[in-house]
């Protein structure tokens, strides 16, 4: 077995890869499980204070590679991957600071990719959650996916500047708060 980028030997630890080992890694990789790896990974050194900025994006970066890779893969559902990359990007764009050049950066663009991600109007889901524990459980997962998708939104919006996406999140501040 080949310990290259390419292949992982039983013995080898990924957290002790540098990132361009594995960014190759993860390029064509279709395992769920090392994917999830790298993910986890990546993010713990995109946290780490101790790293430049420009270092800690990349590390960031790689992590939401891998994650899109897990939403392609289909095996975890998409609104776990979902929820992992708003969080991701918010916390890049709060701690690093934001890069309107650089979409997942861009808080414009986070707040876009959230209103496309989200398939009820505020109103509906509010409506729909007021009799939450007489829905089927497929409904109640995707009021609580609408909750999980709006959790940076109190954060993000004082980073959009005043417009139609800013707006069109707005609301949905307020009425996450009764979705279960």
């Given at each position: 077995m080949s310990a290259g980028p390419e292949r992982q030997s039983p013995g080898d630890d990924l957290s002790?890869?540098?990132?361009?080992r594995l960014q190759a890694f993860a390029a064509d990789l279709h395992d769920y499980g090392q994917l999830e790896s790298v993910r986890v990974i990546a993010?713990?050194?995109?946290?780490r204070?101790?790293?430049?900025?420009?270092?800690r994006r990349l590390w960031a970066e790689?992590?939401?590679?891998a994650?899109?890779?897990?939403?392609?893969?289909?095996?975890?559902?998409?609104?776990?991957?979902?929820?992992?990359d708003v969080a991701?990007?918010?916390?890049?764009?709060?701690?690093?600071?934001?890069?309107?050049?650089?979409?997942?950066?861009?808080p414009e663009a986070l707040g876009a990719d959230t209103l496309a991600a989200l398939t009820l109007s505020p109103s509906d889901a509010v409506a729909r959650a007021h009799n939450w524990r007489g829905l089927?459980?497929?409904?109640?997962r995707e009021l609580r996916r609408h909750k999980n998708l709006?959790?940076?939104l109190e954060r993000l919006i004082g980073h959009l500047r005043p417009g139609p996406t800013r707006d069109l999140l707005l609301p949905w501040i307020e009425h996450r708060r009764v979705l279960p």
């Open positions: 002790t890869w540098p990132i361009e993010q713990g050194h995109a946290y204070a101790d790293r430049p900025s420009h270092a790689l992590s939401l590679l994650n899109r890779r897990l939403r392609e893969l289909g095996a975890g559902g998409s609104a776990r991957e979902d929820r992992q991701l990007r918010m916390w890049v764009i709060d701690r690093l600071g934001p890069q309107d050049e650089n979409p997942d950066w861009s089927p459980l497929a409904e109640i709006t959790a940076h």
